[in-house]
Each structure stands twice: as C-alpha cells, then as structure tokens.
C-alpha cells in the first residue's frame, strides 16, 4: 500500500506533513469565514426581506442602502477585492498574510451572495403565513423566527450549502495571495513545480469536501420539507 | 359587539388611490353569524381585515365590545387579535409544522403547561373531527380536513369572534356543506360570533342570519337574510339572487321561442313569489278552485333560509281574463308577488 501510493503519489508523499497543514488550513478558513459569514449574511438577508417593500418593517432607507451595498461587493471580483481590502484587513485582523489575513475578505467576499440567497429563500414564503400568524396575534420577532426561518429552513439549507461550496473555491483563491490550504498547496508544487500529482491530490480532496457539504444541505432540505 | 363608525380605507398605489371601504356603519351582535356577501373587488376582504387591524382604516373608529380598537397600543392590539380568531380562502396552514404544531402555534406564551396544551389541543382536534390527523402534515391533508385544522388552530385562544374570508371558496360543495356545518355547530355550542365574507350566495343562505351586501366598497343593502333576499331592492342583491335561483331563466325559453312557452288565446305565464315568511297555504289549489283556472306549473324553485321557503313558481294560467286578474288580487292580498311575463290576450 505504502509502495503504491508512493509509486502513483511520488510528490505527495515526499510532502506530507505539508499537505496535512493545507487541508487544516483550508478546514479553519472554511469554519471562520463561514461561520461570521453565516451570522451576517442571515441578519443582512433578513434585513432586505423584512424591509422591502410589503414586508413587516419596511423601511425603504435602510432596504436602498443595503440593496446597493451588497450589488456593489457582489460586483466586485475576488482577487481584487483581495488585495483591495488589504488596509482594512491589516486593521481588523492586524495581518493581510496567512489564515487569519484571507478571513476578512473571504467574509466580504461571502455576505453579500449569501445575503441574497436568505432573501431568495424568504421569498418563497407563502404571504399568506405573515398574515394568519398576525391575526393569531404573534409579534414581528415572533413573525421572523416562528414563521419565516422555521418555514424557509428547506431553502436556508439549500442558499447555505451553495454559499459553503463557493467559499471552498474563495479560500483556494485566497491561496494565491499567500493564505495557505490546498489552493496555496497546489498552486505552489502542482502548477510552479509541474507536479500534478499534487494537484490532483488538492483536488480529491476538495471534490470530497464539497460532496460532504452538499450531502449535509440535502439531508437537512429533505428533512424540512413536508 | 363589533361596530364600525365611518369606517374607510384608501389604498395609495403609484399616483392614483383606490377607496377600498368608504365610510362604512355597521354594528353585529354577539353570538350570531353575519355574512359579507359581494362580487371580487367590492371591498369585503378589506372590510373584514378592518375588524383585526391586520388592514388599519385610514378613517373611522372600530369598537370591539367597548374596546375601540383603532386607539389601541400594538402590544394591546396583538393581546385582543388572540380573541379574534380568522381562516383564510387557501388555509394558510405552517406546511413545515404538522397538524398538532399548526394548532398548538398560538398557544406558545399563552401561559399554559405543556400537558394543558396538549390536552387543549386535542380537544380542538376532537372538536372539529381530526383527532386521528395529529401527526400529518398538511400537503398529506386534503381542502376540507385543512379548514378544520386552520378552524381549530383559529379556536385555540377561545375567540369570541371568528372571521372567515372566503373559507369554502377552494373546496367542493359537499366539502362546502360540511365546513359550514361546523361553522354553524361552533356558533352554536360556543356562542361564538361568526363574520363569513363570500362571494357565494350558497353559504349566507346556508348559515346567516344577517347579511351586508357589498358594492364598490359600500354596504348597500343589509339586515336580516329572509328580508334582504326576499325583497332584494339593489340590482346588485337581485343578481346574487338570481345567482341561485333559475326563475328568470324563462325570459332566456321565452326569447329562444321554447315550445312550453307557446301560449294559447287565454293563456298567460305568470311568476309567483314568496315575499314573506312562512307562505304555508295551499294557494295554487285555492286560486284553481276559486278563479276556474287551469295551472301549469312550467317550473319552479323553492329553497329554505332557515326555516322559511323563499323562491317562487313560474306557471302558465288558462282561464277567462277577469278571473285571472281576480287572481292575482288575492294572491297580492296573500303578499305573494305576481308578475306577468307574457300575456297571449283574451280568448276571442
């Protein structure tokens, strides 16, 4: 086995403990950025559905100013928003390099498309649910918890899965600018040093992390729907 | 009980507004079943979302016993929703929740235990006939078993009040029937005051005893249900009664020349109709017997709104000229309505 792996595997296995530390790398990234991006992505989204227009605190303000901040970070491309959020990062993270330096943009980079995909999944709810919970008396907190998230938990799984799955691809392009994980590991001995075993590799195991996340989110998805 | 005083609503929508109510008095008693009946558009749904608020009126006041609602804080407001319960065309049940969570939802922050919810929830169940359902989810009910769920869930905080827009729309008319029944099985046991919007004049005269009729956001006629339908005095009233009613299908046989219209020197179509209740004499017989005429009763069509027959008869009557008009006097005398659709002259 041992011998295998070091015939089809020659590049890989001279580096292992380096390829170990990528793919811990990529797995901090991933939950950080994630994780933050989770929480501000849901208030964002919530926000935009509850304010638009027709929603149970609209307030056109607030809903323009979001609406147009997040079309602009969403039009921005990655790899520029990498280097263009460098004083910024230096500022919150006190480094622009390493791990804890990609997590700042890869958050900028993740809250705006995931903001849109709660919204989308908020707006799937019937109308109709907002208007019998109110004439059962329910409040507007109780409104967003009890009837939107509980009622959208099948679309939230589903705009969350897809968000999980673009951020892997995010931290693989925060690689590039000196972040560590797989992208970094790849880009630096599979593509520089023309060992595509290595890229191979990179790839194996990113094709298993994102079927993990996808077969979570159905999981969870099925689940939810009745 | 509910009273509206000067009640309106203007919806603003791109430039131009829309009066949905204008200036609406009305007053409902406790303990009885009103119907708001009016073709789409005439205002009723917005009407009826006037008595919860979930539509605040831009003008007027809405008391609820001696509550005035439209003065109330939110909070106030939610507290007194909790006693107004309301189903909805389309249920709007919590398709992720099933049919024991739908019911138990406005429970959450009542104060109650979770054995009292239990126990009170099943009691509902067993009240509207879905105690088996507990566990299923609403897409594995069907239209009519989702009513009842959405009645029970509107029963859970023990209205006084119970708002019902257009709940039978979406369902059959054996469906229907059984919906109502309920409805009238629930005012009944539990005294509680049921508003029923509709466009259908099927369900006021199945359950009401009052009803407003609705037109370009107005109520232009009201009162009790015999007396509106029976003397309808608004063109739109005697539209929805001849909704129900095939009487005026003669003018259509008459136009077509329809052989059974074909008259006889002699002969006159004439349309009888009860304009009172309880019309329990044999007058058809009487008129026979007295005047010599002959009566062929073409069709007819006779429905009860609660106890009481309203409807009439379209006949075709043969006999001397002076004996018809002698006829028709009595009948007239007896407050039934005589009309003469076609008149075929005297015999020469």
Known sequence: MQELLNDLLPNVMTKLPDFYKSVGETLVMLLWSGSISFVLGMILGITLTMTKKGGILQNTVIFQILDKGINFFRSIPFIILL?????????????????????????????????????????????????????????????????????????IARGTTITAISLIGLTAMAGAV???????????????????????????VLVLLVSCIQLFGTYIEKKHTH | MIRFENVSKR???EGHAVEAVKNVNLEMEKGKIYGIIGFSGAGKSTLVRCINLLERPTNGKVFIDDTELTGLSDKELREKRKKIGMIFQHFNLFSSRNVFQNVSYPLKHSGLKKEEINKKVNSLLELVGLSDKAKAYPSQLSGGQKQRVAIARALANDPHI?????????????????????????????????????????????????????????????????QVFANPKKKITKDFVDSTSNLNKIHELIEKKVSVTELFPGECILKFKYLERSVSEALVSQISRQFHLDINIIFGNIELIGENPIGGLVSIVKGKREDIEEAIYYLRQKNVGVEVILDAGVIE
């Open chain 2, 162 to 226: 119970l708002l019902s827009d257009e709940a039978t729309s979406a369902l059959d008319p054996q469906t229907t029937k059984s919906i109502l029944n309920l409805l009238k099985e629930l005012n009944e046991r539990l005294q509680i005051t049921i508003v029923v919007i509709t466009h259908e004049m099927q369900v006021v005269k199945e359950i009401c005893v009052k009803v407003f009729v609705m037109e370009d956001g107005e109520v232009v006629e009201d009162g009790d249900v015999f």
């Open chain 1, 83 to 155: 280097a263009g959020l460098i004083p910024l990062t230096r500022l919150i993270a006190g480094t622009a390099i390493g791990v804890e330096g990609a997590i700042v943009p890869l958050v900028f980079g993740t809250v705006p498309f995931y903001s849109r995909q709660i919204e989308a999944a908020l707006a799937e709810l019937n109308p109709g649910l907002v208007e019998a919970a109110q004439s059962m008396g329910s409040g507007k907190l109780e409104i967003i918890f009890r009837v939107y998230l509980k009622e959208c938990i099948g679309g």
């Open chain 1, 178 to 204: 000196g972040a560590g994980g797989l992208g970094d590991f790849a880009i630096r001995f599979g593509y520089q040093r023309n060992q595509i075993d290595v890229t191979y590799v990179a790839v194996i």
């Open chain 2, 11 to 13: 919806f603003e929508a």
